[in-house]
């Protein structure tokens, strides 16, 4: 079985002029792609995907948003069994009415993006959001670790943020993306910490030698099992991503330790769906 945990559906139009003024010069100058159903079933059949967790984007203040109705439509299209999650900015005043409407729809969770919507997670205000989360069985993914967006704030980007929010609500369910990179030994200590909090490995192989620390790191302090594959579906394919995976279990550095195939190959067929306590669309 295999699960990516974190594929993208949003539209150029989503961005608003965040990608173009602050992303293009990081990801090769190129526009931001229209993204079909089409396109994403055949990616996720080409790499063997069983089942996919899709959402957009939002970060109010960067003009940054993708609809629940939009998410809702697109999955709707899709032939991969897909489960949407909503993405919301806390900041937003009715974000109360967009969480139930995204429980309405059937969503299983939110993606959430401290980074570039600038919200402090910690900040006591925030509670009654993971309340709800908590009391509605939502799964939490944040987007942890670095932005090319020169408003981004990292200071709540980083995976002791997500440490304290573990220990105020050790129920919610939550996902580090992009195992926090380069914040990695952090995300480890974290993951385990705590029994909910998981991280996925989105992007991470794209830089190697990053990849292979953290990796090496999960397997000294024994976290490879809280460990999901996500591919950052535009960025790269599932295929990629798994190719990407795959060729860090191949570098050696002398006689210290190495990621493991066993390693990489657990990551990749690990059943986020059972582990997330997920509904599999499926079913």
């Avoid at 139930?100 to 969503?107: C, H, Q």
């Avoid at 440490?163 to 996902?175: F, G, K, N, S």
């Avoid at 380069?182 to 989105?202: G, M």
Wanted: glycine content about 8%; hydrophobic content about 40%.
């Amino acid at each position: 079985m295999i699960v990516d945990v974190h594929t993208h559906c949003h539209q150029p139009e989503h961005w608003g002029d965040e990608h173009r003024d602050h992303w293009e010069g990081a990801y090769g100058g190129e526009p931001y792609p229209v993204n079909t159903p089409e396109e994403f079933d055949a990616a996720m059949a080409a790499g063997g995907v069983d089942v996919a967790i899709t959402f957009g984007l939002a970060a109010s203040q960067a003009g940054v948003h993708t609809p629940n109705a939009y998410v809702a439509d697109f999955v709707s299209k899709l032939t991969t069994p897909t489960i949407p999650f909503t993405a919301m900015d806390p900041l937003d005043a009715d974000w109360r009415d967009q969480l139930d409407e995204a429980i309405e729809l059937g969503f299983q969770g939110v993606k959430l993006y401290p980074v570039l919507s600038l919200f402090d997670p910690l900040a006591p205000e925030f509670e009654d959001f993971y309340r709800r989360l908590e009391a509605n069985g939502m799964v939490c993914l944040w987007h942890m670790g670095a932005t090319p967006s020169p408003i981004g704030s990292l200071r709540v980007s980083q995976p002791l943020v997500i440490e304290e929010v573990a220990r105020r609500h050790p129920d919610l369910t939550q996902i580090m993306a992009h195992m926090g990179h380069p914040w990695t030994v952090d995300t480890n200590l974290v993951l385990r910490k705590h029994a909910r909090v998981f991280a996925d490995v989105s992007g991470v192989p794209s830089r190697p030698f990053g990849a292979y620390q953290a990796l090496v790191n999960a397997q000294e302090w024994n976290t490879v099992p809280k460990l999901l594959f996500g591919s950052d579906y535009l960025l790269w394919t599932p295929a990629e991503a798994m190719a990407r995976l795959r060729g860090i279990a191949t570098l050696r550095a002398g006689d210290l330790p190495y990621v493991t195939e066993d390693t990489v190959e657990q990551i990749i067929h690990r059943d986020s769906i059972a582990l997330l306590g997920l509904n599999d669309p499926r079913n």
